[in-house]
């Protein structure tokens, strides 16, 4: 079973969070069908490939009870929902500027019954709320990432890290990121041993505060 890869690497899971994590391939195969999400392969290899590799960032920084956390061009729902599964007592933001891949999102929330999750279809920059943490998948390159979240960290850190970006990115960074003196690369091939972790990684740069909260 698929789901077994997610269960070796957090094994202190509740009944409940494994039915959510067992039920995820069902509701996205089916919906895949309708309104197509997740490449036809990848659909395949959804545990390995979209939920395992969406919980590269809980090896980084875990969330805490009542942490905010904006998932940015969330797709079908990666890296927001898994983690959302992982930490149910702290609030997600998925937000997508396509309205057919929220449209699966939320039917995907719904079938789970997850009640910390909120969606929006519209794009990061007409959203004006504050988060602890951003999180992403490779959207665009990290200077225009930050560009689009610029006034959206909350002043106060709760965390062991600084509130700031949490990006799931691939392959050599070295000029996307030569900008940035306090980054933080981290191999996602030293908490997992799969292959397909060989070249990503969690990309951590922490944000200043700006605005009011």
């Known amino acids: 079973m698929q789901a077994d890869i997610?269960?070796?690497?957090?094994?202190?899971?509740?009944?409940?969070?494994?039915?959510?994590?067992?039920?995820?391939?069902?509701?996205?195969?089916?919906?895949?069908?309708?309104?197509?999400v997740v490449s036809r392969k990848d659909i395949e290899e959804l545990y390995l490939r979209h939920v395992l590799h969406s919980l590269g960032i809980a090896k980084i920084q875990p969330f805490i009870n009542g942490a905010s956390v904006l998932d940015v061009g969330t797709?079908?729902?990666?890296?927001?929902?898994?983690?959302?599964?992982?930490?149910?007592e702290a609030n997600f933001t998925l937000v997508d500027a396509i309205?057919?891949?929220?449209?699966?999102?939320?039917?995907?929330?719904?079938g789970l019954e997850l009640k910390n999750i909120t969606t929006y279809h519209r794009r990061v920059e007409e959203v004006h709320d504050h988060f602890d943490f951003i999180?992403?998948?490779a959207v665009a390159a990290m200077?225009?990432?930050?560009?689009?979240?610029q006034g959206r960290i909350k002043k106060k850190s709760l965390h062991e890290l600084?509130?700031?970006?949490?990006?799931?990115?691939?392959?050599?960074?070295?000029?996307?990121?030569k900008d940035y003196r306090n980054v933080q690369v981290f191999?996602?091939?030293?908490?997992?041993?799969?292959?397909?972790?060989?070249t990503k990684k969690v990309v951590y740069l922490p944000l200043k505060y700006k605005g009011s909260s």
């Open 143 to 149: 200077p225009t990432f930050v560009r689009w979240v």
């Open 99 to 110: 309205g057919k891949k929220i449209k699966v999102v939320e039917e995907v929330v719904a």
């Open 135 to 137: 999180v992403s998948r």
């Open 6 to 36: 997610i269960f070796k690497y957090f094994p202190n899971l509740s009944e409940i969070q494994k039915e959510q994590f067992l039920s995820l391939e069902g509701l996205y195969k089916d919906w895949n069908k309708k309104i197509n």
């Open 75 to 88: 797709g079908g729902g990666f890296p927001g929902i898994p983690l959302a599964i992982l930490y149910p």
């Open 162 to 177: 600084k509130n700031g970006i949490l990006y799931l990115k691939g392959g050599d960074l070295s000029e996307e990121l």
């Open 187 to 198: 191999e996602m091939s030293e908490f997992f041993m799969e292959d397909f972790f060989k």
